[in-house]
């Protein structure tokens, strides 16, 4: 049994611009389409308003996050971000305003309970005062965190580094310390090359040789069929391993199943054969 929904499966962005405009009246500061999404840019007082306004008139009942976002050379660098989804229409908008480091943004946790954690976050990592928010504290950073990492103009090491002190047994927080900066980086273009010489380019000025080397004729690689018949020849030859070492003779019988054999002629040994034991033995 099929189940059918009252939400459209694509939603159309056809009217909505217009609609939500009109609806917010003198709360508006600008409104565009981009990228195929609604942007609505609404003064900071008068945002808590417009927010009602989108989610009990015009069915925008979720709040999926709110973003910050930094721009440094601006009056009010931060432009706080709210993500609004409509599931009765299955339709998202994006609802903008600007804040400086003093300019506290109202709350939005009197309209979505879920908002708290999300301007935590924002403060944790922007700096951005939420006014009315009655539990705005860090969320992310560590106890005692100083500044807020996501700021351009926070420096890419941080301030402070934290370690495990043998000596004291505890965890320990000590001003970052580097050998180098991490922050020079030469950002260059390969098409221009750089103003300097990169190692191994040094070779690069070496001129051209006007008569390269050629080999037109085997003599000129020693190659040829007598280097050919030289290294067919053993390397080693008439050294002391290629000489006869009677490899294809038959191996000896053990000497638990042969008969007894006189001592050979000129041997000398410390010991005696086993028959000569024997017969000693019986003398």
Same mark, same amino acid.
């Given at each position: 049994?099929?189940?059918?929904?009252?939400?459209?499966? =694509?939603?159309?962005?056809?009217?909505?611009?217009?609609?939500?405009?009109?609806?917010?009246?003198?709360?508006?500061?600008?409104?565009?389409?981009?990228?195929?999404?609604?942007?609505?840019?609404?003064?900071?007082?008068?945002?808590?308003? $417009?927010?009602?306004?989108?989610?009990?008139?015009?069915? =925008?009942?979720?709040?999926?996050?709110?973003?910050?976002?930094? =721009?440094?050379?601006?009056?009010?660098?931060?432009?706080?971000?709210?993500?609004?989804?409509?599931?009765?229409?299955?339709?998202?908008?994006?609802?903008?305003?600007?804040? $400086?480091?003093?300019?506290?943004? %109202?709350? $939005?946790?009197?309209?979505? %309970?879920?908002?708290?954690?999300?301007?935590?976050?924002?403060?944790?990592?922007?700096?951005?005062?939420?006014?009315?928010?009655?539990?705005?504290?860090?969320?992310?950073?560590?106890?005692?965190?100083?500044?807020? &990492?996501?700021?351009?103009?926070? %420096?890419?090491?941080? =301030?402070?580094?934290?370690?495990?002190?043998?000596?004291?047994?505890?965890?320990?927080?000590? &001003?970052?310390?580097?050998?180098?900066?991490?922050?020079?980086?030469?950002?260059?273009?390969?098409?221009?090359?750089?103003?300097?010489?990169?190692?191994?380019?040094?070779?690069?000025?070496?001129?051209?040789?006007?008569?390269?080397?050629?080999?037109?004729?085997?003599?000129?690689?020693?190659?040829?069929?007598?280097?050919?018949?030289?290294?067919?020849?053993?390397?080693?030859?008439?050294?002391?391993?290629?000489?006869?070492? $009677?490899?294809?003779?038959?191996?000896?019988?053990?000497?638990?199943?042969?008969?007894?054999?006189?001592?050979?002629?000129?041997?000398?040994?410390?010991?005696?054969?086993?028959?000569?034991?024997?017969?000693?033995?019986?003398?």
């Amino acid at each position: 049994m099929a189940v059918l929904h009252s939400a459209p499966k =694509y939603a159309s962005n056809d009217g909505v611009l217009d609609t939500l405009s009109q609806a917010l009246g003198d709360h508006l500061e600008r409104a565009h389409e981009e990228h195929g999404e609604i942007l609505l840019r609404v003064k900071r007082d008068r945002l808590e308003d $417009a927010l009602r306004i989108l989610r009990d008139d015009h069915a =925008y009942q979720q709040l999926m996050e709110i973003a910050g976002v930094d =721009y440094p050379s601006r009056p009010e660098r931060f432009e706080v971000v709210y993500m609004l989804l409509s599931v009765t229409k299955n339709h998202r908008i994006m609802v903008k305003c600007t804040a $400086a480091e003093d300019t506290p943004v %109202p709350t $939005a946790t009197t309209l979505w %309970p879920n908002a708290g954690w999300l301007e935590r976050e924002v403060f944790d990592m922007y700096g951005v005062l939420f006014a009315g928010n009655t539990d705005l504290r860090r969320i992310l950073t560590d106890y005692g965190f100083e500044g807020h &990492p996501f700021r351009k103009d926070f %420096p890419l090491t941080g =301030y402070t580094e934290l370690r495990y002190s043998e000596d004291e047994k505890r965890v320990v927080y000590e &001003p970052v310390e580097l050998a180098q900066d991490l922050r020079q980086f030469d950002f260059m273009s390969p098409w221009e090359g750089a103003d300097y010489v990169l190692p191994g380019d040094e070779k690069a000025d070496t001129p051209p040789v006007d008569d390269p080397k050629t080999t037109e004729k085997p003599s000129d690689t020693g190659a040829g069929a007598k280097t050919d018949e030289e290294a067919a020849e053993q390397v080693s030859k008439g050294a002391p391993a290629e000489e006869d070492t $009677a490899i294809d003779s038959e191996a000896p019988e053990p000497t638990e199943d042969r008969p007894d054999e006189p001592a050979r002629k000129g041997k000398t040994s410390g010991t005696k054969s086993a028959t000569q034991v024997d017969k000693g033995d019986e003398n």
